[in-house]
């Protein structure tokens, strides 16, 4: 069962492990290289985010009948 979770989340798994090895080198580093690891960091972040409202909003509901009177 968890392997056919993993093959659908492969890319958000994926992108979880980018955004933790950004931040981990953003802090590590300085200067320059420092900089642009949080700035990517940052917009892997907000990519990820859209992403999963917009997965949020795409989601059929299961609808409830209503209980009779």
């Known amino acids: 069962m968890v392997l056919r979770y993993l093959k659908v989340f492969k890319k958000n798994i994926f992108l979880i492990i980018v955004i933790i090895t950004l931040i981990i080198v953003s ?3 300085k200067g320059k290289t420092a900089t642009i690891t949080s700035t990517l960091a940052g917009i892997a972040m907000i990519y990820g985010g859209i992403t999963f409202i917009m997965w949020i909003i795409r989601t059929p509901t299961k609808k409830e ?3 009779p009177l």
């Open 27 to 29: 802090t590590v580093t």
């Open 65 to 67: 009948k209503d209980e």
